[in-house]
Protein backbone atom coordinates (compact mmCIF):
# COMPACT_ATOMS: atom_id res chain seq x y z
CA UNK A 1 0.00 0.00 0.00
CA UNK A 2 1.31 3.32 -0.64
CA UNK A 3 1.36 5.50 2.65
CA UNK A 4 3.30 8.06 4.18
CA UNK A 5 3.73 8.92 7.83
CA UNK A 6 4.71 11.78 9.42
CA UNK A 7 6.19 11.76 12.94
CA UNK A 8 8.08 14.45 15.27
CA UNK A 9 5.52 17.15 15.88
CA UNK A 10 5.25 18.22 19.06
CA UNK A 11 5.33 21.49 21.64
CA UNK A 12 8.19 23.90 21.14
CA UNK A 13 9.51 27.39 22.51
CA UNK A 14 10.14 29.85 19.81
CA UNK A 15 13.45 30.62 18.48
CA UNK A 16 13.69 26.56 19.02
CA UNK A 17 13.96 23.38 16.84
CA UNK A 18 12.38 20.44 15.69
CA UNK A 19 12.83 17.88 13.01
CA UNK A 20 10.15 15.98 10.88
CA UNK A 21 10.01 12.76 9.84
CA UNK A 22 7.95 11.08 6.95
CA UNK A 23 8.53 7.40 6.18
CA UNK A 24 7.23 6.30 3.18
CA UNK A 25 5.87 3.02 1.88
CA UNK A 26 4.80 1.46 -1.22
CA UNK A 27 7.54 3.47 -3.19
CA UNK A 28 10.94 4.81 -3.77
CA UNK A 29 11.21 8.30 -2.00
CA UNK A 30 14.21 8.91 -3.80
CA UNK A 31 12.15 8.33 -7.07
CA UNK A 32 9.78 11.07 -6.82
CA UNK A 33 9.82 14.70 -5.82
CA UNK A 34 8.44 15.35 -2.06
CA UNK A 35 6.98 18.30 -0.39
CA UNK A 36 6.09 19.54 2.98
CA UNK A 37 3.16 21.27 3.00
CA UNK A 38 1.64 22.79 6.21
CA UNK A 39 -2.20 24.22 7.67
CA UNK A 40 -2.53 26.55 10.82
CA UNK A 41 -5.21 25.85 12.97
CA UNK A 42 -8.47 26.49 10.87
CA UNK A 43 -6.71 28.12 7.95
CA UNK A 44 -5.80 26.68 4.55
CA UNK A 45 -3.16 24.98 3.01
CA UNK A 46 0.76 26.62 2.51
CA UNK A 47 2.85 24.61 0.34
CA UNK A 48 6.63 24.50 2.88
CA UNK A 49 9.44 23.03 0.62
CA UNK A 50 10.20 20.90 -2.36
CA UNK A 51 12.69 18.27 -3.02
CA UNK A 52 13.17 17.07 -6.49
CA UNK A 53 14.01 13.59 -7.70
CA UNK A 54 17.22 14.88 -8.59
CA UNK A 55 18.07 16.56 -5.48
CA UNK A 56 16.99 20.42 -6.03
CA UNK A 57 15.35 22.09 -2.95
CA UNK A 58 13.04 24.85 -3.04
CA UNK A 59 11.57 26.69 0.14
CA UNK A 60 8.40 29.30 0.48
CA UNK A 61 9.96 32.77 1.64
CA UNK A 62 8.03 32.47 4.79
CA UNK A 63 10.60 29.68 5.68
CA UNK A 64 13.29 29.86 3.53
CA UNK A 65 17.05 30.12 5.89
CA UNK A 66 15.06 28.32 8.90
CA UNK A 67 13.39 24.74 7.49
CA UNK A 68 16.01 22.45 5.75
CA UNK A 69 14.33 19.56 3.27
CA UNK A 70 16.42 16.48 3.15
CA UNK A 71 15.63 12.72 2.57
CA UNK A 72 17.48 9.30 3.49
CA UNK A 73 17.81 6.52 0.90
CA UNK A 74 18.57 4.24 3.32
CA UNK A 75 15.62 4.58 5.54
CA UNK A 76 12.81 5.48 2.45
CA UNK A 77 12.09 8.91 4.64
CA UNK A 78 11.88 12.53 4.00
CA UNK A 79 12.72 14.63 6.59
CA UNK A 80 12.22 18.83 7.70
CA UNK A 81 14.50 20.31 10.11
CA UNK A 82 12.97 23.87 11.02
CA UNK A 83 15.58 26.25 13.18
CA UNK A 84 14.38 29.50 14.39
CA UNK A 85 10.76 28.35 14.86
CA UNK A 86 7.79 31.35 15.59
CA UNK A 87 4.52 30.88 16.57
CA UNK A 88 3.30 31.54 12.72
CA UNK A 89 4.65 28.14 11.85
CA UNK A 90 2.20 26.57 14.25
CA UNK A 91 0.54 24.11 11.90
CA UNK A 92 -0.28 20.89 11.18
CA UNK A 93 2.66 19.83 8.87
CA UNK A 94 1.75 17.00 5.90
CA UNK A 95 4.57 15.63 3.86
CA UNK A 96 3.00 14.99 0.19
CA UNK A 97 4.28 13.02 -3.34
CA UNK A 98 4.21 15.31 -6.01
CA UNK A 99 3.43 13.19 -9.41
CA UNK A 100 2.59 14.45 -13.03
CA UNK A 101 -0.22 12.64 -14.38
CA UNK A 102 -0.60 13.78 -17.63
CA UNK A 103 2.11 16.68 -17.80
CA UNK A 104 0.73 18.48 -14.93
CA UNK A 105 2.15 18.21 -11.43
CA UNK A 106 -0.82 17.26 -8.54
CA UNK A 107 0.00 16.19 -4.73
CA UNK A 108 -1.24 12.90 -5.55
CA UNK A 109 -0.39 10.89 -2.28
CA UNK A 110 -0.43 12.45 1.19
CA UNK A 111 0.74 11.38 5.00
CA UNK A 112 -1.97 12.26 7.76
CA UNK A 113 0.19 15.11 8.98
CA UNK A 114 1.66 16.04 12.68
CA UNK A 115 0.99 18.93 14.41
CA UNK A 116 3.90 21.67 15.33
CA UNK A 117 2.99 24.18 18.54
CA UNK A 118 5.54 27.06 18.27
CA UNK A 119 4.44 28.37 22.13
CA UNK A 120 6.57 29.53 25.27
CA UNK B 1 3.86 34.43 -6.76
CA UNK B 2 0.45 33.46 -8.62
CA UNK B 3 -2.32 34.37 -6.32
CA UNK B 4 -5.63 32.01 -6.20
CA UNK B 5 -8.79 33.14 -5.26
CA UNK B 6 -11.80 30.99 -4.04
CA UNK B 7 -15.35 31.90 -4.17
CA UNK B 8 -18.07 31.23 -2.15
CA UNK B 9 -15.67 31.10 1.29
CA UNK B 10 -18.32 29.15 2.30
CA UNK B 11 -21.62 27.58 0.79
CA UNK B 12 -24.85 25.82 2.91
CA UNK B 13 -26.40 23.16 0.77
CA UNK B 14 -28.46 20.18 0.76
CA UNK B 15 -28.15 16.28 -0.13
CA UNK B 16 -28.76 16.45 -3.85
CA UNK B 17 -28.20 19.95 -4.80
CA UNK B 18 -25.96 21.09 -7.67
CA UNK B 19 -22.89 22.43 -6.47
CA UNK B 20 -20.58 24.92 -7.98
CA UNK B 21 -16.71 26.41 -6.77
CA UNK B 22 -15.32 29.18 -8.08
CA UNK B 23 -11.41 29.23 -8.79
CA UNK B 24 -9.78 32.43 -10.05
CA UNK B 25 -5.76 32.68 -10.78
CA UNK B 26 -3.64 36.32 -10.35
CA UNK B 27 -2.61 35.33 -14.58
CA UNK B 28 -3.08 32.77 -16.79
CA UNK B 29 -2.34 28.87 -15.81
CA UNK B 30 -3.53 27.34 -19.00
CA UNK B 31 -4.72 24.24 -17.13
CA UNK B 32 -2.11 23.57 -14.30
CA UNK B 33 -5.05 23.63 -11.91
CA UNK B 34 -5.94 21.02 -9.76
CA UNK B 35 -8.59 20.38 -6.87
CA UNK B 36 -8.60 19.12 -3.34
CA UNK B 37 -11.00 18.14 -0.83
CA UNK B 38 -10.44 18.09 2.97
CA UNK B 39 -12.59 16.64 5.77
CA UNK B 40 -11.76 17.58 9.02
CA UNK B 41 -8.79 16.32 10.89
CA UNK B 42 -8.17 14.72 7.60
CA UNK B 43 -5.61 14.87 4.97
CA UNK B 44 -6.47 16.77 1.96
CA UNK B 45 -7.84 14.50 -0.87
CA UNK B 46 -6.68 14.84 -5.13
CA UNK B 47 -9.89 14.84 -6.50
CA UNK B 48 -9.11 16.78 -10.03
CA UNK B 49 -5.87 17.57 -12.04
CA UNK B 50 -5.21 19.49 -15.26
CA UNK B 51 -8.83 21.32 -14.88
CA UNK B 52 -10.66 18.23 -15.55
CA UNK B 53 -9.00 15.13 -15.35
CA UNK B 54 -10.50 12.82 -12.16
CA UNK B 55 -8.24 11.40 -10.57
CA UNK B 56 -8.31 7.59 -9.83
CA UNK B 57 -11.56 6.67 -7.82
CA UNK B 58 -12.86 9.85 -7.51
CA UNK B 59 -17.08 9.55 -8.37
CA UNK B 60 -18.21 10.95 -11.28
CA UNK B 61 -20.49 13.23 -9.77
CA UNK B 62 -17.19 15.68 -9.53
CA UNK B 63 -16.38 17.77 -12.92
CA UNK B 64 -14.07 20.53 -13.25
CA UNK B 65 -13.61 22.96 -16.02
CA UNK B 66 -12.24 26.13 -17.33
CA UNK B 67 -8.65 27.33 -18.54
CA UNK B 68 -6.88 30.50 -18.64
CA UNK B 69 -7.58 32.38 -15.29
CA UNK B 70 -11.34 30.96 -14.36
CA UNK B 71 -11.94 27.48 -12.83
CA UNK B 72 -14.96 25.33 -11.80
CA UNK B 73 -15.45 22.59 -9.74
CA UNK B 74 -18.92 21.16 -10.00
CA UNK B 75 -20.81 18.41 -7.68
CA UNK B 76 -23.84 17.41 -9.72
CA UNK B 77 -25.84 15.65 -7.26
CA UNK B 78 -24.38 16.53 -3.25
CA UNK B 79 -23.93 13.62 -1.30
CA UNK B 80 -23.49 13.10 2.54
CA UNK B 81 -19.99 12.21 2.07
CA UNK B 82 -19.09 15.69 0.16
CA UNK B 83 -19.78 18.11 3.04
CA UNK B 84 -15.83 18.74 2.90
CA UNK B 85 -13.78 22.27 2.31
CA UNK B 86 -12.16 22.38 -1.03
CA UNK B 87 -8.91 23.77 -2.02
CA UNK B 88 -7.89 24.72 -5.76
CA UNK B 89 -4.05 24.89 -7.02
CA UNK B 90 -2.32 25.68 -9.37
CA UNK B 91 0.98 23.72 -10.66
CA UNK B 92 1.69 26.79 -13.96
CA UNK B 93 4.66 28.65 -12.26
CA UNK B 94 6.28 26.96 -9.20
CA UNK B 95 7.37 26.08 -6.50
CA UNK B 96 5.43 28.29 -4.67
CA UNK B 97 2.63 25.73 -5.57
CA UNK B 98 -0.37 28.32 -3.85
CA UNK B 99 -3.71 27.09 -3.18
CA UNK B 100 -6.77 29.05 -2.82
CA UNK B 101 -8.18 29.85 0.02
CA UNK B 102 -10.69 27.20 0.61
CA UNK B 103 -14.04 26.63 -0.01
CA UNK B 104 -16.55 25.03 2.77
CA UNK B 105 -19.51 23.00 2.27
CA UNK B 106 -22.45 22.92 4.98
CA UNK B 107 -25.58 21.66 5.28
CA UNK B 108 -28.45 23.80 4.79
Known amino acids: EVQLVETGGGLIQPGGSLRLSCAASGFIVSNNHMNWVRQAPGKGLEWVSLIYSAGTTYYADSVKGRFTISRDNSKNTLYIQMNSLRAEDTAVYYC??????????????WGHGTMVTVSS | DIQMTQSPSSLSTSVGDRVTITCRAS??????LNWYQQKPGKAPKLLIYAASILHSGVPSRFSGSGSGTDFTLTISSLQPEDFATYYCQQSYTAPPYTFGQGTKLEIK
Open chain 1, 96 to 109: ARLLAPAGHYAFDI
Open chain 2, 27 to 32: QTISTY
